[in-house]
């Protein structure tokens, strides 16, 4: 059984519901049908009857719920009590229905916040600032994590390494330039990402263009203060670095490259320096590779909010919708 069907598997197990506001999008219709017809999860599509019949013509999305901002009974509610969330930040009613009626993401997180849905997708067709503003202004950071972050849960055929392939890459699709803290709470967050969602035990490479010493730069420094950060304050996981990509996850070369390391040669999760670093990594190999890439996952916000790549496919709409819907079962 792949990845994705094991996670489908388990989202079936104990069905969520899950908002998608991007109605004006046909990958996110397509995407609606395939969940709904596969008992996925539940579906509730934001939008006005024009929108969604444009969109969704010739696929059936029968059993979503559709909600329509500008009649539904829920409008008014909602706006009142994001008006009551915000008034420390003085937002105004008059705003507040502008917010909710012109951008659906506050609309979906307004819906997550008051428990009518267990999380929330977009992306499509929207920027990750646009999906990620109103979750953080909404729904805000779990108490128990030190900042939200993103990765992609990349699993790539035919492959030996990671755990059968499957890696997590992050951060891939939020934090610019994490300083040495912020690297170290990336990658406590995303092994427990891994062991969710993946089912097997993470182990964390910080990953340099430096392995254990071998290059000096301010760069390097910030990953070998970030290692030392993550061991003491997170000993539950395995991690290690600083390490080259070969020495991380190939067990030949990290033998000769890291021979004391429990990590090297056979890391799954892989925490690069910076954004630029991620972002090019998972394409890369989402593009060369052909591997599945799923993401940006947020990892952080107090129910999952999860953000898409515009270039994302019908199928990896579904694929983060049942992502999502799991992480919603804990």
């Keep these: 059984m792949s990845f994705i069907e094991r996670i489908i598997e388990r989202a079936k197990e104990n069905k969520k519901t899950i908002v998608l506001p991007e109605s004006m999008d046909k990958r996110v219709m397509e995407a609606a049908s395939k969940v709904l017809a596969n008992d996925i999860a539940n579906i509730i599509i934001i939008g006005t009857p024009e929108e969604i019949e444009e969109s969704s013509k010739g696929f059936d999305i029968s059993k979503a719920t559709i ?24 937002l105004a009613y008059e705003d507040a229905k502008k917010l909710m009626l012109e951008d659906y993401m506050y ?17 499509a067709c929207h920027s990750t600032s646009n999906t990620l503003r109103p979750a953080l202004q909404i729904i805000k950071t779990k108490p128990t994590a030190e900042l939200v972050s993103a990765f992609f849960l990349m699993v790539v055929p035919n492959c030996e390494y990671g755990s059968n392939g499957t890696f997590i ?28 969602l993946v089912e097997d035990e993470a182990r964390v490479a910080f990953l340099s263009h430096s392995t254990m010493g071998s290059a000096k730069h301010d760069d390097v420094d910030k990953v070998v203060a970030a290692v030392s950060i993550a061991k003491e304050k997170y000993p539950q996981y395995k991690m290690d670095g600083e390490l080259q990509l070969d020495a991380a996850i190939i067990p030949e070369v990290a033998i000769s490259k890291a021979p004391n390391s429990d990590v090297a040669g056979h890391a799954n999760v892989l925490v690069f320096p910076d954004l630029d670093a991620g972002n090019i990594g998972y394409k890369l190999v989402q593009r060369l590779a052909k591997a599945e890439a799923y993401g940006p996952i947020c990892q952080g916000i107090a129910a999952p909010i999860n953000d898409l790549s515009r270039g994302c496919s019908a199928d990896d709409i579904v694929g983060v919708v049942a992502i999502t819907a799991v992480q919603a079962q804990f």
């Design 107 to 123: 609309y979906a997180c307004m819906l997550v916040k008051a428990g009518y849905a267990d999380g929330c997708v977009s992306g």
């Design 67 to 90: 909600i329509n901002p500008y009649t539904s009974e829920l409008t008014e509610k909602l706006i009142l009590q994001l008006v009551e969330l915000r008034k420390n930040k003085g």
């Design 169 to 196: 890459f992050a951060d891939a699709g939020l934090e610019q330039n994490p300083d040495s803290n912020k690297l170290a709470a990336i990658a406590a967050s995303s092994a427990e990402s891994f062991n969710l």
